[in-house]
């Protein structure tokens, strides 16, 4: 590509799908610089934002599967992810995906958990140190609050970007029941540090549910303390390190069941009645009251049989909503026919999780990124070795050139026969 004009260079290279750019890593040290440029990761992100560029990740067990989204779904089949650290000692549990890094932890309800932000793209990873728990006198992480149940049944994460500091950041939620309030710190992946232990006073109304990510602010339900269960969405702003309250729909009944989730990058309230339905509001505007609207209203058993628990997953641009239904099966909803067709995904028998995340670039930078910085030693070695046998050749041809030297006139015409 020695005569493309750098720019059309760069606008062909970050069009490329991740598995293409990651391979070209080893064509020129210039283009593993390229690669490695946080303009072009941002470029090349915008792209696959625009090509709907996303996988959905489903948990089984120990084992994790992704499957291509498009807008018609032709292919259902889930292949199973390949991730370079051991989970054969505990469950799974995901926390949230952002811009391609998705936050996940193993034995989430133990004192022993670890947790990773990884990029299942370009398969880097970073463990994140364990952060002490500073909540109320004599509470460990083994410590029962109840019968059976320790504060570690009650860990939320929230995880998401801060555009202030161009870099991510995980909230750890630990509630303590018994004192109506929860301990919060802050993790922020450049520094690979936890803030200090701060305290919130309000309740999860879900503990050990991940936030949900809309608008640099992560969100939960809870109730705030003093209150007679009285629900509320409070919101962590990223960017500005504050909580706030959120204003749901003024015309919401006060009679559903209610619990949030991302959509589109929408903050979506969901109301249920009795296992019956489900309505499901967006906030089209984010922060404004006035924005709230019920785009659906899911039956039971008119459009699905049976469920417990339904989550829309994906708004494809031909209308039709990709729904999680009881966290086991996936069902293509039409909100025009109000029909649905449940997907069989093949590869996988049953999930507990399912996921969106973003192919993208995305690093994560860290001194324990083993497989980042394999990846990088073996392009840079493929270079070198590719280097090496070129100047072999060139030397060979230079060679073969001299013994085919001719002289006329006094003047040496190489390679003329």
């Excluded at 054969?88 to 926390?95: D, F, H, L, N, Q």
């Excluded at 947790?115 to 994140?128: A, C, D, E, G, L």
């Excluded at 503990?207 to 640099?216: C, D």
């Excluded at 083993?370 to 070795?385: L, S, V």
């Amino acid at each position: 590509m020695e005569n493309f004009p750098d720019e059309i260079t760069l606008e062909i290279l970050s069009r490329l799908p991740v598995k293409t750019v990651c391979r070209f890593r080893c064509v020129s040290k210039d283009w593993l610089k390229l690669f490695q440029n946080p303009g072009f990761i941002k470029k090349h992100m915008k792209h696959s934002i625009e090509n709907n560029q996303y996988s959905l990740m489903l948990k089984e067990g120990c084992n994790l599967y992704s499957m291509d989204l498009n807008q018609t779904l032709e292919s259902n089949k889930a292949l199973q992810i390949d991730y370079p650290f051991d989970s054969s000692k505990g469950e799974i549990a995901m926390w949230g995906s952002c811009n391609g890094l998705v936050c996940f932890s193993i034995n989430p309800y133990k004192d022993s958990h670890v947790m990773y932000i990884w990029n299942p793209s370009t398969v880097q990873y970073k463990k994140i140190p364990v952060a002490p728990i500073k909540g109320p006198p004599l509470v460990t992480a083994t410590d029962e609050i109840f019968p059976g149940v320790t504060i570690t049944d009650y860990f939320a994460y929230g995880f998401g970007y801060d555009s202030k500091i161009d870099d991510y950041k995980l909230i750890r939620m630990v509630d303590f029941p018994v004192e109506h309030r929860c301990e919060v710190r802050i993790y922020t992946l450049g520094t690979n540090s936890w803030t200090d232990a701060s305290f919130l006073h309000y309740r999860l109304t879900h503990p050990s549910i991940a936030g949900v990510l809309s608008n640099e602010a992560i969100h939960w339900i809870a109730t705030p303390d003093g209150t007679q269960g009285d629900l509320v969405i409070v919101s962590y702003d990223i960017r500005n390190d504050t909580f706030q309250q959120v204003v749901g729909p003024n015309s919401l009944s006060t009679e559903l069941a209610l619990s949030i989730c991302g959509f589109d990058g929408f903050l979506c309230l969901l109301g249920k009645t009795h296992d019956v339905q489900i309505e499901v509001w967006v906030m089209k505007e984010y922060g404004v009251t006035e924005s709230w609207t019920k785009i659906v209203t899911i039956s039971q058993p008119e459009v699905i049989p049976s469920f417990l628990y339904v989550r829309p997953i994906k708004w494809f641009k031909n209308g039709q909503i990709l729904l999680e239904k009881d966290q086991t099966s996936l069902a293509l909803y039409d909100p025009k026919s109000h029909k649905a067709i449940d997907l069989e995904v093949d590869g996988v028998s049953e999930w507990l999780e399912a996921e969106i995340f973003l192919k993208s670039l995305v690093p994560v930078t860290s001194d324990t990124d083993i497989a980042a910085q394999k990846q990088t030693e073996d392009a840079t070695k493929n270079m070198d070795k590719g280097e090496k046998e070129q100047k072999k050749k060139n030397t060979n041809n230079n060679n073969s050139k001299k013994k085919k030297q001719r002289t006329k006139g006094g003047v040496l015409f190489y390679g003329m026969l």
